[in-house]
């Protein structure tokens, strides 16, 4: 059993880093590997394999057995082994919380939140099982006419860096529970908690039920173009969704797609400020450097309120301070690559020349954080124009743009100028003007008095660029499964 040392004690690598599908462990058929980084530090962590579209089709063949064993799995007994998969996740949190948090620099005091929502998951999908029912349509005396609903048979998840146990994990309980067999292909930058997982729960589910591909890319390419997947999900970038959604299209098989956004986040005059203010930081999540599509990162504030709220705001901001992901006292983390920082930074850069007011942050801290790690302050810019740069690009970083309006009518057409619709935040004590917002405002997921939770059950998803599909709750298991009709015709048919 490998380890490695952290703030926090020592943490358990996975054993196995090559492809898991078809029940057993597989080096990649080029023998191709990729380097694993802490963000923390910036060390090698892992070599790791790097599929081909060779390992793919391997892979792909395996799952498409794998799925026809599975969906003759009678509900119950499927749920029975969602609910040990949860059961491995919760007996082993404290590790995973661990080896999430070296592997893409979250704190490790959220990455254990992170584990129990997955598991969370399983037992949510488990318990619904029973209920993936058909109907009857009356057809008269002498026939019957039913629906009923079937698993589509493979599904591929391609899944993101900023919670990759959560997404690996939890997005394999819904198609698991409606009998398909799932192929995760983990973030290319994070992939050792899923390989983990893999060496946990690989031995609940039949052979080929459940695949674990690493690699980039490649892997991801032909996953969408497989004639051996029927159904393919990403959680990603706008433009990477389009470009599964393309390959995908070859062979019209469904997508289920979970976009970017740069979400608004409305404060009404009637709201205290410091309430607003809190709420405004707290959506922006800085505590995971902002990386999360549900980021609030567009502040619209009443002009009544607006300089107490960008003053508290800047307040607000000093409880997160960038350090070592693993320390448990660490409240804000390390970014994901060298790369999304400096481009982050560059953003930055460019707004301090674009008349936005500097409120707080900006820097790459020295002082305070592993040498070699990949760290940014949380960045607040006041007094950012609507059609700016700063206020339309999402960034998916700790940067927050603050934007004062007065008239209704303007907010909503500057909340709509981008072609994006993942999440808004309403803060009012206006009932009347709230359920207005909610309405008027183009977005999958809104919270009023309310910003960034998930509550399991509730669907979560994006409108217009923001993504296809809804998760966390029964549509989202409906959507892989496909309605089959059943006619038949009562009259006897066979010798009188």
């Not at 959220?110 to 969370?120: K, L, P, R, T, W």
């Not at 690559?337 to 953003?347: C, F, L, P, T």
Request: contains cysteine.
């Amino acid at each position: 059993m490998q380890t490695h040392d952290t703030a926090s004690g020592p943490v358990i690598l996975p054993g196995q880093t090559g492809l898991f599908y078809g029940g057993q462990w597989h080096r990649s058929a080029a023998d191709r590997w990729l380097e694993i980084e802490a963000p923390g530090t910036g060390e090698v962590l892992a070599r790791v394999a790097d599929a081909t579209a060779e390992d793919v089709a391997r892979a792909a063949r395996a799952a498409r057995a794998g799925a026809r064993t599975w969906r003759r799995t009678a509900p119950l007994a499927r749920a029975a082994v969602l609910r040990k998969i949860g059961q491995r996740l919760r007996e082993n949190a404290a590790q995973l919380a661990l080896l999430d948090a070296l592997d893409c620099g979250n704190p490790v005091s959220e990455m254990g939140s992170d584990v129990m929502v997955a598991a969370a998951l399983m037992d949510f999908f488990a318990g619904l099982v029973t209920e993936l029912k058909g109907d009857t349509i009356p057809m008269g005396y002498d026939a019957l006419n039913y629906t009923e609903r079937e698993p589509v048979g493979v599904v591929a998840r391609i899944v993101a860096f900023n919670h990759p146990l959560l997404f690996a994990m939890g997005k394999l309980a819904a198609p698991l529970a409606a009998g398909n067999a799932v192929i995760i292909k983990p973030p290319v930058q994070a992939p050792l908690s899923a390989l983990r997982c893999a060496e946990l729960i690989g031995d609940l589910l039949p052979p080929g039920v459940l695949s674990i591909i690493p690699g980039g890319g490649e892997a991801g390419a032909a996953l969408a173009a497989s004639p051996d997947v029927d159904m393919i999900g990403l959680v990603g970038s706008i433009a990477t969704g389009r470009k599964v959604m393309e390959a995908a299209a070859g062979r019209l098989k469904p997508v289920a797609l979970e976009l970017g956004g740069k979400n608004p986040f409305v404060a009404c005059s009637d709201v205290d400020p410091a309430l607003a203010a809190r709420a405004i930081v707290d959506g922006m999540n800085f505590t995971w450097c902002g990386q999360s599509c549900g980021s609030t990162s567009r502040a619209f504030v009443h002009r009544d309120i607006y300089e107490e709220v960008c003053e508290r705001v800047a307040q607000a901001c000093a409880a997160y301070v960038p350090g070592d992901p693993t320390a448990a006292a660490t409240t804000m983390g390390a970014m994901i690559s060298a790369e999304h920082r400096d481009r982050v930074k560059h953003a930055i850069d460019r707004a301090r020349g674009s008349g936005a007011r500097l409120l707080c942050g900006g820097s790459i801290p020295r002082v305070g954080v592993p040498a070699g790690g990949y760290y940014l302050e949380p960045t607040v810019f006041a007094d950012v124009a609507a059609d700016s740069a700063l206020a339309c690009e999402e960034l998916f970083g700790p940067v927050l743009a603050m934007l004062p309006w007065d008239k209704e009518a303007e907010l909503l057409a500057d909340i709509h100028r981008l072609d994006v619709g993942l999440t808004a935040a309403i803060w009012t004590t206006d009932l009347a003007r709230a359920h207005r917002l909610a309405r008027e405002i183009d977005a999958g997921f809104v919270w009023i008095n309310e910003v960034g939770k998930h509550f399991l059950g509730a669907p979560y998803g994006g409108v217009k660029q923001s993504g296809i599909g809804r998760d966390e709750c029964f549509g989202e298991m409906l959507s892989f499964t496909r309605e089959k009709n059943v006619h038949i015709n009562l009259r006897q048919v066979g010798r009188p």
